[in-house]
């Protein structure tokens, strides 16, 4: 079955360092993109990538990197600078065009040590 | 410039009632919209979605939901709850926005099922 891959699914980070959350998807969408959701606050867009080789940010990028190598992977690393990071991420991809719904994974929640 | 919002953060409902999630929007051409349910630390699933086609739209397990653009609203509706409903809803309008396609997130109803 198609769908959206996010791993690990619990992540505990140390003072000063960066971690990556992986995001991979097997349904050929042309678009990815990474959210944060903290409670009560629904979803905000991190970053998001319509090609690959190509993203932008979203409305938090800051403490956050991208990359997008291949169509199916779009990896998210939170850096050092991310002074609050403990969040639920997750990772959706949808077709171009604004009527196509995302897919979501089923996240990766991240915690300070 | 588009907005959603989700007019009840908690809703409550006896078992085999029915159910009713708000949400109203707000977007400056036709817009795209959406509900999605989630359970506890699983990912969004998508109940339904409204592009133009039909104001009443049908969704999975029973839910539905009715674009009224003259309230500028799409409700979600269910007949009669089930325990298995009881997760946070979202609603969600998309459209091009600059130059691409972005998707604005309500900021959630969480259900509650009374046995």
């Known amino acids: 079955d198609g769908g959206i891959t996010q791993s690990p699914k619990y992540l505990f980070r140390k003072e000063g360092q960066n971690v990556t959350l992986s995001c991979e998807q097997n349904l050929n969408h042309d678009a990815m993109y990474w959210y944060r959701q903290d409670p009560g606050q629904g979803l905000r867009l991190i970053y998001y990538?319509?090609?690959?080789?190509?993203?932008q940010k979203g409305d938090i990028a800051e403490g956050y990197s991208v990359s997008r190598e291949k169509k199916e992977s779009f990896p998210l690393t939170v850096t050092s600078a991310q002074k609050n990071p403990t969040a639920f991420y997750l990772c959706?991809?949808?077709?171009?065009?604004?009527?196509?719904?995302?897919?979501f994974g089923d996240g990766t929640r991240l915690s300070i040590l | 410039a588009q907005s959603v919002t989700q007019l009840d953060s908690h809703v409550s409902v006896s078992e085999g009632t029915p159910v009713l999630l708000r949400c109203n929007y707000s977007s400056s051409y036709s817009p795209s919209l959406f509900w999605y349910v989630q359970h506890p630390n699983k990912g969004l699933q998508l109940l339904l979605k409204y592009t133009s086609a039909a104001t009443l739209v049908k969704g999975i397990n029973g839910f539905e939901a009715e674009f009224k653009k003259s309230e500028t609203s799409f409700h979600l509706t269910k007949p009669s709850a089930h325990m298995s409903d009881a997760a946070e809803y979202f609603c969600v309008v998309s459209g091009f926005t600059s130059g691409t396609y972005k998707y604005i997130f309500g900021t959630g109803t969480r259900l509650k099922v009374l046995a």
């Open positions: 959706a991809s949808t077709m171009a065009g604004s009527d196509q719904p995302q897919h």
């Open positions: 990538s319509q090609i690959v080789n190509d993203f």
